[in-house]
């Protein structure tokens, strides 16, 4: 089993239309959850990051976790052609625990207009 | 965040040979760490590299094949030797700038090497 697992995708989604982007982990002792988001050529951008149970919301992103279940999710509300790319979902343990971000392997956004 | 530079942000190389990959950025941190992406995977981590310390590696990675050199709180080196074709990745370091209890990294622009 992986350590953290997205679906590849692609997903595809409407402009104006919620993206649902999902990942699961399998280490209970995570305890920080991050969404890069990596366009084509470029290296990843930290759009969101969570750390309690529940949804955090920053402009059209919403990162929901829960750590019962290890699930985290990303919402992109309005989706625009420009949030078409590759979500990475990464997890880590509190600094005290060590330094160790561990990626899934990324889900593929198409946003079509 | 903080503005993180690489250098070379691409180069072709020949079998055998050794490449050096700069990270510098524009304030001091604690923890830099280098990544490797192959092509249409995602990331895996290298090695990590603390001022004052040897860098600490992952499984699967080793010192002799990718020495890190990390003179000072805003620069680090990583040494890709004697390179083949496998070796041909994106290169990416990264840094954690935040002062609380939990990581947040941010990536550098990223070296992409081809072997031939």
């Known amino acids: 089993q992986k350590e953290v697992e997205q679906n590849s995708g692609p997903l595809s989604v409407p402009e104006g239309a919620i993206a649902s982007l999902n990942c699961t982990y399998s280490?209970?002792?995570?305890?920080?959850f991050f969404w890069y988001r990596q366009y084509s050529g470029k290296s990843p951008e930290l759009i969101m990051f969570i750390y309690s149970n529940g949804d955090k919301e920053d402009g059209r992103f919403t990162a929901q976790l829960n750590k019962a279940s290890q699930y985290v999710s990303l919402l992109i509300r309005d989706s625009q052609p420009s949030d078409s790319a590759t979500y990475l979902c990464?997890?880590?343990?509190?600094?005290?625990?060590?330094?160790?971000?561990?990626f899934g392997g990324g889900t593929r956004v198409l946003v079509k207009p | 965040s903080a503005v993180i530079s690489q250098k070379p942000s691409r180069d072709i190389c020949q079998r055998g040979t050794s490449l050096t990959i700069q990270c510098q950025v524009d304030?001091?941190?604690?923890?830099m760490f280098w990544y490797r992406q192959q092509p249409g995977q995602s990331l895996t981590l290298i090695a990590t590299a603390n001022q004052g310390s040897e860098a600490t590696y992952e499984s699967g990675f080793v010192i002799d094949k990718f020495p890190i050199s990390r003179p000072n709180l805003t620069f680090s080196t990583l040494t890709v030797s004697n390179m083949s074709p496998e070796d041909s990745s994106i290169y990416l370091c990264?840094?954690?700038?935040?002062?609380?209890?939990?990581?947040?990294?941010?990536f550098g622009p990223g070296t992409r090497l081809t072997v031939l």
């Open positions: 280490d209970r002792g995570s305890q920080s």
């Open positions: 304030s001091q941190v604690t923890m």
């Open positions: 990264s840094v954690d700038t935040s002062s609380g209890a939990y990581n947040e990294q941010f």
């Open positions: 990464a997890v880590d343990k509190i600094k005290a625990a060590g330094n160790k971000l561990t």
